[in-house]
């Protein structure tokens, strides 16, 4: 998956430039629209339209990563490099994808503080979790 190595990196330098910098320029955005495609332009557009969710709850301090999607809320797990989405278990797992444009968008919005960040009570934790992890058909 020698691909996937390079995409994963290509993505993460172009995020850690856009975190000293605070923006993507045109030759970056062109750079990941080539390395990823359609998959590259529907991340942008969900930066671009504020469906990148922190929840952050309290007293705990957990946090949680969600993504707005066309069709429901997608769990990110960013350190595991996982997503909730059809996508990523028809795609990412079965080798065809590195990344589903879910994981893109989060990665590019916590790198350029480009998200909502929602506080939530740690009561109200299991409750949203049921929810982002219910599998709809």
């Not at 993460?12 to 332009?41: D, H, I, M, Y």
């Not at 490099?81 to 059809?86: E, F, K, L, N, Q």
């Not at 990344?99 to 009570?121: K, M, N, P, T, W």
């Amino acid at each position: 998956m020698e691909k996937g190595k390079a995409e994963t990196r290509s993505l993460q330098e172009v995020c850690e430039q856009a975190k000293a910098n605070g923006q993507l320029t045109e030759g970056q955005l062109a750079e990941l629209k080539t390395v990823f495609g359609q998959r590259f332009s529907n991340a942008w557009e969900a930066v671009e339209d504020s469906r990148v969710k922190r929840y952050v709850f309290q007293p705990s301090d957990r946090v949680v990563w969600i993504v707005v999607g066309r069709k429901r809320d997608y769990l990110i797990l960013p350190a595991a490099g996982y997503c909730s989405c059809d996508d990523f278990y028809f795609s990412v797992m079965e080798g065809k994808a590195f990344l589903c444009y879910h994981l893109i968008s989060q990665r590019i919005a916590e790198s350029l503080g480009r998200f909502d960040q929602v506080e939530a009570d740690d009561e109200l934790y299991d409750v949203f979790m049921r929810e982002w992890k219910e599998v709809t058909s």
